[in-house]
């Protein structure tokens, strides 16, 4: 989050006192500092001029109360999205390729496309917020070597 205005506090709170389960939270990270004196081309981390994070551990125990945690959830990030600017990826589940494509900027995405296809071009690790290995360059052929006809 670029910033964390006052309706976006009040959104927050508005949750909160609707919250469902005892283990769920609303996480709000201040960032800057440190975080933010590192170039975003120097790391994979995309997020360095963002002030703020916001997650939303959704935990409970009781299988009874899926219906209204899950709602809960859904409403509370639905709620928070305008504010967002990104996400971060250790904080996603299982949200699709264009999900983990939207924690990175474009080039960064690429380049980690790339040293996939060359670490693990047969996407073994997979089981995780997957990049998949960048398509192999197609060769064009020398000069000279066509055949005709």
């Known amino acids: 989050m670029a910033d964390f205005a006052d ?8 949750h909160f006192d609707r919250i469902p389960s005892g283990l769920m939270s609303i996480t709000i990270w201040q960032l800057g500092g440190a975080v933010a004196r590192i170039g975003v081309d120097e790391t ?7 002030r703020f994070a916001l997650n939303i551990p959704s935990i409970w125990q009781d299988p009874a109360e899926d219906e209204a945690n899950i709602r809960w959830t859904r409403e509370l990030f639905e709620a928070m999205e305008r504010y967002s ?4 990826v250790n904080f996603l589940g299982n949200e699709g390729e264009e999900r983990v ?49």
Request: without cysteine; positive net charge.
């Open 7 to 14: 309706d976006a506090i009040d959104l927050a709170l508005e």
């Open 44 to 50: 994979a981390y995309s997020h360095r001029g963002a």
């Open 85 to 88: 600017d990104g996400v971060y």
């Open 101 to 149: 494509k939207a924690a990175y900027r474009s080039e960064t995405y690429e380049r980690l496309a790339k040293v996939k296809r060359k670490y693990d071009p047969a996407n073994f690790f997979r089981l995780n917020q997957n990049i998949r290995p960048a398509p192999v360059p197609r060769r064009r052929p020398a000069r000279g070597s066509g055949s005709s006809v």
